[in-house]
T-cell receptor, first 110, second 110 residues
Framework: EDQVTQSPEALRLQEGESSSLNCSYT??????LFWYRQDPGKGPEFLFT???AGEEKEKERLKATLTKKESFLHITAPKPEDSATYLC???????????FGSGTKLNVKP | NAGVTQTPKFRILKIGQSMTLQCTQD?????MYWYRQDPGMGLKLIYY???????DKGEVPNGYNVSRSTTEDFPLRLELAAPSQTSVYFC?????????FGPGTRLLVL
């Protein structure tokens, strides 16, 4: 069964305290792995796409990495405005279908 | 450039009623998607379309119907609303693999 699992479900950090979010997947025909940010009451907002193991991408305080079975979203020196739910998704079948994890809710306290 | 727009923002339905959730995009994207997001859960794909006149089922299509007569519009139809369809519905469009999401429609079936 195609499945995407994210951990932890929730993460509370102090401002400046770095950490990592995990996304593991068992999806056949993976074409790409995606990270999205979702703020309360809004639709997901695209962050990164990773296509192959070993690939890394960075944006401000966020860095995404990919292995054959999992991806990590590293958050360096987070700020309160980084507080959101971070969703991981796997694209399959020529990007006709996407499988989402349930997300990690990040709360960064000042 | 409005991106992806969805109407209504919120709706309460009685069991057995029908309604159509509207989705429009102005980016000339061929691919469009409908998802539902239950509390604390990831997004589940309901239906998708790769172009006008072409639609296909996702993970959870039962109880829903779609049509795609134009590139811009991708309405989602609920024929006989059930409490299990209480959820937040997101529409998305994509040119290649990056999806752009609308703000969502919150539906409550009582």
């Amino acid at each position: 069964e195609d499945q995407v699992t994210q951990s932890p479900e929730a993460l509370r950090l102090q401002e400046g305290e770095s950490s990592s979010l995990n996304c593991s997947y068992t999806v056949s025909g993976l074409r790409g792995l995606f990270w999205y940010r979702q703020d309360p009451g809004k639709g997901p907002e695209f962050l990164f796409t990773l296509y192959s193991a070993g690939e890394e991408k960075e944006k401000e305080r966020l860095k995404a990495t990919l292995t054959k079975k999992e991806s990590f979203l590293h958050i360096t020196a987070p700020k309160p405005e980084d507080s959101a739910t971070y969703l991981c998704a796997v694209g399959a079948e020529n990007f006709n279908k996407f499988y989402f994890g349930s997300g990690t809710k990040l709360n960064v306290k000042p | 450039n409005a991106g992806v727009t969805q109407t209504p923002k919120f709706r309460i339905l009685k069991i057995g009623q029908s309604m159509t959730l509207q989705c429009t995009q102005d980016m000339n994207h061929n691919y469009m998607y409908w998802y539902r997001q239950d509390p604390g859960m990831g997004l589940k794909l309901i239906y998708y379309s790769v172009g006008a006149g072409i639609t296909d089922k996702g993970e959870v299509p039962n109880g829903y119907n779609v049509s795609r007569s134009t590139t811009e519009d991708f309405p989602l139809r609920l024929e006989l609303a059930a409490p299990s369809q209480t959820s937040v519905y997101f529409c998305a469009s994509s040119y290649k693999e990056t999806q752009y999401f609308g703000p969502g429609t919150r539906l409550l079936v009582l």
